[in-house]
């Protein structure tokens, strides 16, 4: 039988480009395709020792490294499905990931052992191993890689085979598990290969988690797929990034718009060479004019997007050459990915009506793990994926996000989406970041409060930021009042924790 899922492509990169540098990491450590493949073998040989097979669960607690990737294909190899966790949780928050999907190896970097020690009990995971040498408590990954008879026997796995659940970032409630088929992960490295035109040429720097879905979907499967080379940054900061750019030649580059703004910030910016620059994505919100203007003066341009883990995670493209033109958009739908927009009947709606936006293609997953009337509810009846999020599609099939669902403000008989509001704000001068939430009132039911975060020395209150916006949108829809903070509570994803803020000031 033929191999089709992600775990046969290692063995395709060392026939193809063994010599090709894959991964630059540490201080300028290199791993070729051919060393990386050998480590691949070498970790599926350490799980099958652990009695890992085809559906078990292969958990992983660390940052940016070769361990993370070679764990995640070495799990691909054998059948297993491979669990990244989100290393900004706590001890019961990772208990319960590795107790939902059944972990039956924890593999973790040294820094979350302490974690790790109370977490993996309680799930009862029966094997932990830490990355890196060992210890006086035992073996490490790479003593016990070292270690491994030599790897033969690929499970044979199709593309409806899951290869990875990824919990959602929970900003209500608990996290679910959403399972991700080989088919998934290989279809959104092909969107970003023909909408992000990555090239084998391509060196692409990793600033964001791989934990994260847009980074592992979006950035670290389509450059192995091509055989392009990634920087691996185990953290982000914006200084030694930029100088990563320019020592390695970097091409690519993927973040979320505060990751942008804290590069264009930092003191460096302006003396670094950044003519190697190509290609620069960004998602979790549209890239705000500010940004765009401190990019574009360096001679660079955006492609902006949109998604969710449960489209693995990209659906829509926004190609450097409409950032302009279409400002606002996150983009046409990928190549290989539809998306419509239906009001709350399920019938779709002409060009310019807000509404659900639904997302159908081989990306799309096909449920959260353990949870069928979840995976039911995500569903319309002709298969469509519910995405939860509100906007509208303009005439030329462009895709405009409103906020969500449950953001929806609705002040005295009026709906206020909030996303509308928050790019206004993001134009005003001084303004870093921006979230609006609704908030209880007696007289309207609910009124919008702007949190802001400002750039130093600037001050802003609800009066001035009422006269900046007055006139370009509907007064109900103005401030009822504004509040400025140090930083917002965001996801791993950079998303804006709306719950918290609601928390904090909505009662």
């Known amino acids: 039988m033929h191999k089709h899922g992600i775990g046969a492509w290692m063995a395709k990169r060392r026939l193809k480009s063994p010599d090709k540098v894959a991964l630059i990491h540490g201080e300028g450590e290199t791993m070729t395709y051919g060393q990386f493949t050998d480590g691949v073998d070498r970790i599926s040989a350490v ?12 958990a992983y607690l660390g940052g940016n490294s070769p361990d993370l990737l070679q764990t995640m294909f070495g799990a691909a190899q ?7 966790v989100n290393t900004r949780l706590a001890p019961p928050e990772i208990a319960y990931i590795l107790g939902d999907c059944g972990a039956r190896v924890l593999i973790h970097d040294p820094d979350f052992t302490a974690p790790v020690a109370s977490a993996a009990p309680a799930a009862g995971t029966p094997h932990v191993v830490v990355t890196g040498e ?16 030599g790897f033969t ?4 796995t199709t593309h409806r085979d899951p290869a990875a659940i990824v919990y959602t970032s929970g900003t209500t409630g608990r996290a679910k598990g959403a399972v991700l088929t080989h088919g998934n992960l290989t279809w959104v490295a092909l969107n ?9 040429t391509d060196v692409a720097l990793m600033i964001s988690p791989l934990f994260h879905v847009a980074s592992l979907g979006m950035g670290a499967l389509p450059v192995i797929l091509k055989g392009a080379t990634m920087v691996l940054e185990k953290t982000f900061e914006p200084g030694r990034a930029l100088a990563q750019i320019e020592r390695h030649g970097v091409t690519m580059l993927s973040g979320v718009p505060t990751t942008y703004q804290m590069i264009a910030d930092h003191p460096d910016w302006t003396r670094t060479d950044l003519s190697t620059l190509a290609k620069l994505t960004c998602g979790g919100s549209a890239v705000p ?4 203007n401190a990019y574009e003066a360096r001679g660079l341009s955006f492609s902006q997007g949109y998604g969710m883990t449960e489209a693995a995670p990209s659906a829509t493209a926004l190609p450097p050459a409409m950032t302009r033109a279409k400002q606002g958009s996150v983009g046409l739908p990928h190549f290989f990915t539809d998306v419509r927009i239906t009001d709350g009947t399920g019938a779709v709606v002409p060009a310019g009506v807000v509404g659900e936006i639904e997302i159908a293609g081989p990306n799309v997953f096909p449920g959260y793990h353990g949870l069928p009337e979840a995976t039911a509810e995500a569903f319309t009846a002709d298969g469509w994926f519910r995405s939860g999020d509100l906007g509208h599609l303009d005439d030329d099939g462009y895709l405009y996000i409103s906020g969500r669902l ?11 989406c909030p996303a509308e509001l928050e790019h206004l704000l993001g134009e005003i001068d001084g303004v870093t970041s921006a979230a609006v939430i609704g908030v209880p009132d007696d007289r309207w039911g609910e009124v919008p409060w702007a949190i802001l975060t400002v750039r130093e020395g600037v001050s802003l209150d609800t009066d001035t930021v009422r006269a900046a916006l007055d006139g370009r949108i509907a007064r109900y829809k103005l401030p ?6 140090d930083e917002l509570p965001r996801t791993a994803s950079g998303k804006v924790r709306k719950a918290d803020l609601r928390a904090r000031f909505g009662a």
């Open 153 to 156: 026997g690929h499970a044979v």
């Open 78 to 84: 054998i059948g297993a499905v491979f669990v990244p």
């Open 192 to 200: 970003c290969v023909v909408d992000y035109d990555v090239v084998s």
């Open 406 to 416: 449950k953001d929806m403000i609705i002040s005295g008989g009026e709906n206020i």
């Open 289 to 292: 004019a500010r940004i765009l």
């Open 480 to 485: 009822k009042n504004v509040v400025i903070v």
């Open 134 to 149: 060992g210890t006086a408590t035992g073996p490490g990954l790479a003593d016990l890689a070292r270690a491994a008879d």
């Open 47 to 58: 799980l099958r020792q652990r009695g890992v097979g085809r559906g078990d669960a292969v």
